[in-house]
């Protein structure tokens, strides 16, 4: 595996500064990088790490290729750096096409003889469907796209152009995926929402539930990610959504008729429950959760473990976590904390008692 | 699709004002319900928003039938009112009608041909397989049953009557769920425990573990709803219990050993320890946890993200949640909370030099 | 089902005191055992409940023999104490003999016919291959594994000898899982790790997030072994790496570039965000979240539902858990909680004003 350096700057752009020549065996972490690897910084402020680096080519913010080029004891074929003013974005761009060239995923070509299409399905003769895939009657999978083993459409449902269900998905039925959207394994997508009503049940001391069941499915839109083992469900009466390029991790619970507005990322173990909506460009840390029927403006940021409890009108960062502490400490102000109001009420009246 | 009043009428019952001859070609919110739409109000409470509705027909409390006909711009049908005692649980009815008749849930008939049936299995005639399940030696699958696609009933396993597991779910050997009970996709149940015993690891500094295997089995009740993606492991000793009635939403653990009361619900991310006993008639928000070995009374309500510490032996409604705050005032409240106890001690203080 | 006590004290060895001809026909607690159980006390502390059991045959630490022989009421074959240094430990490798020779678990024998075993993939003839399970090309399967139904090990990915994969696993292209480790159902080892750069979208109000491909894999130690639904994701640049003997539950989700030390265990729930290392011989409580590139030193124990927010550099036992409370007093001592920084401010303040 490995690349001319010339190909990669030909897809990439950018500016090259020392050896043009080269060939690039892999990428790596500045720290982890060898004289064939290719590495990058992405701001100035890293710039200490780099002195250090044996990184055969290195991506940095113009500032940087001086200190780049001026790195001590340089292979034979000399140091190269390449010049991008966003050198992140870059690097992720780098990635894609390696993995487009280089290092391509494993895939499977046309419609593998152990899956079961339904004679109603459509699928376009560009697409590709894994072993023991389920495609139900009236499902569409567009072109390109792309069914892992195991993964089930179902009746009805919409995988858009070139998006790609990794093993081990369903999508339920009615429910659509917009185009170039990637699902990771084992994601369940239009599951019913958790609905019931209480009533009282003869002869018990409580309530009992009866089912309202899920009548709506579940709208994702074009360039969104879900990761693997999460669950979007359908609505109860309208439907779920996600708009276009909302990126989720794996483990991740969105409840019914939820809504999550355009380009918002949440990292794993999040939590959204029914009806909230969630605004764009909005951040959610691991394992946060949010209440159901809130409504989180866009540019809103939470931080991990928080516990959206109201509504958050105004862009910023929210946080609520208690603060970690050694056990011994922990529990002594844990115990406290059950007095805090009592606490305040006492100083309250010392200071009722010593008003100047 | 649609449906005619008169028979969702002649279904579920209650009390018909204004038009009745008329068809619903859906169910709406009441805010988003149009002329062919049917509403709900739960509550006088919602009275309000009952006059800006256009929903062509409105299940209200006997309370709200005026307000209901009352609305002003009727369609040339005119509106209808139908009065119920518990609008909420004629709505969940009524779903479940529209469900059955009008949008029916797609759905295999008899054993798809891909399906694999141990030649030891039982699967009653009225029962469904779909299409790559799995029916292992000595399981029972009863009458009416529904078996989705990928799904594995394994040895010995029992699927009641007209249970229903979706896609991609398993029932582990020795496991049984009750008639009527649904599992939604991915949900693993009969896992084993989590269980270990700690030893000296010659060489090391430190424990290993040894693993304990389980050998009881998890038994479920009738009518039991559990979503997608949950894990309810396999007893170790004895076995794992969801009583009757149970609901349990999506990506939820309920470790080894535990029992769950009847029509106990919990809301998702929940995660209960091993060997916890929860009571009857609970509620556990979302995310909240349960340490093992605990035992919740009946009617213990936990908000959500709460972690439950000590047994609970009276019902109630309990909470332990980190207000969420602007992150600055937070990192403020969490850096002074790490003094909390020193706080107290000096406000005690404080209080002793100035004893009236 | 039933064994002679005679070869479970030959497999397990210890000192048996009393009846030694004897059957033994289930495990059991200590509370619920029958004359024909065995049960265990695994210290002499909890010598008071051996008094009130029935257990036919008690394994106990060598001091507890008399008190398990001079229980009253014995039945006419009498009682059987059985003494060993680690009691625990005795009865979980007790519990491996009896799943082992008692109540062996359901096993497919050789490569089931629906399987689909790509031409290029090296299965072992003493491995298992399950109910359309998916083995594609390069991938290797050695000496007695164990691929459950409808699991998939994907291209060039290897499941050591002796190791085994439950129903519905995914083990993703060039992933290893070590000898002798177990993964449960529903897990996904290798999706993509959560990795995004941000940019400016033309036209939009805030940032879009171009995607990193995910070019490493993940590394899986010996006797390892991983519960249902979680998720392993393979690493950005490097790989993900779980060291020999890591012990996880369910629900568990492993970020990208993750590294857990030798025979740290995890309960059910827990979070690791991306590139976080965590030392050797841990234990993360359920529900715990660590955040990303943080460090764990060896033998550090972090309490349920605690969020690790910096890098613990101490061996220890660390906490952060708001204590649950009934709901009316968490509501004013978290309202409190919300002004504590005040607080503080104005204790100092009358602090100042009262010097000595």
Not at 37 to 57: E, I, K, Q, W
Not at 125 to 134: H, L, R
Not at 222 to 238: M, S, W
């Amino acid at each position: 595996m490995s690349a001319r350096l010339a190909d990669l700057h030909a897809a990439l752009g950018g500016v090259l500064h020392g050896t043009q020549e080269r060939r690039v065996t892999r990428i790596a972490p500045l720290a982890e990088a060898d004289e064939e690897s290719l590495a990058f910084v992405a701001h100035p402020r890293y710039r200490a790490a780099l002195a250090h680096s044996r990184a055969g080519v290195v991506i940095v913010p113009p500032d940087c290729v001086a200190d780049a080029l001026a790195r001590p004891h340089p292979p034979a074929v000399g140091w190269t750096a390449w010049a991008c003013d966003d050198p992140y974005l870059t690097f992720a761009r780098l990635t894609q096409w390696w993995r487009r060239h280089v290092q391509p995923r494993p895939r499977h070509a046309g419609v593998h003889p152990s899956a079961w299409v339904a004679p109603g399905a459509q699928v376009h003769p560009d697409a590709t469907i894994g072993p023991f895939a389920v495609i139900e009657d009236g499902a569409v999978v567009e072109a390109g796209a792309e069914i892992g083993a195991h993964s089930v459409v179902e009746a009805r449902a919409r995988v858009g152009a070139h998006a790609r269900l990794a093993a081990h998905v369903v999508l339920g039925f009615d429910c659509a995926l917009g185009a170039r959207s990637i699902v990771h394994g084992g994601t369940i997508i239009g599951a019913d929402g958790f609905g019931f009503a209480p009533y009282d049940l003869p002869g018990a001391h409580g309530k009992a539930w009866e089912k309202i069941e899920q009548l709506g499915a579940v709208r994702i839109g074009a360039d969104v990610e879900i990761g693997a083992n999460c669950c979007i469900d359908r609505g109860a009466l309208g439907d779920t959504v996600l708009e276009d390029g909302v990126k989720l991790d794996n483990l991740i619970q969105i409840g019914h008729n939820v809504r999550v507005g355009r380009h918002t990322a949440m990292a794993g173990c999040v939590g959204v429950a029914g009806s909230a909506r969630i605004g764009a460009h909005c951040t959610l840390g691991g394992g946060a959760i949010v209440l159901g029927h809130l409504e989180l403006a866009d540019h809103v940021h939470i931080s991990a473990a928080s516990v959206v409890m109201r509504s958050i009108t105004q862009p910023g960062h929210y946080s609520g976590i208690f603060p970690i502490d050694d056990n011994r400490s922990w529990e002594k102000n844990a115990a406290t904390l059950r007095q805090l109001h009592a606490l305040r009420e006492r100083l309250k009246a010392l200071e009722r008692r010593h008003q100047p």
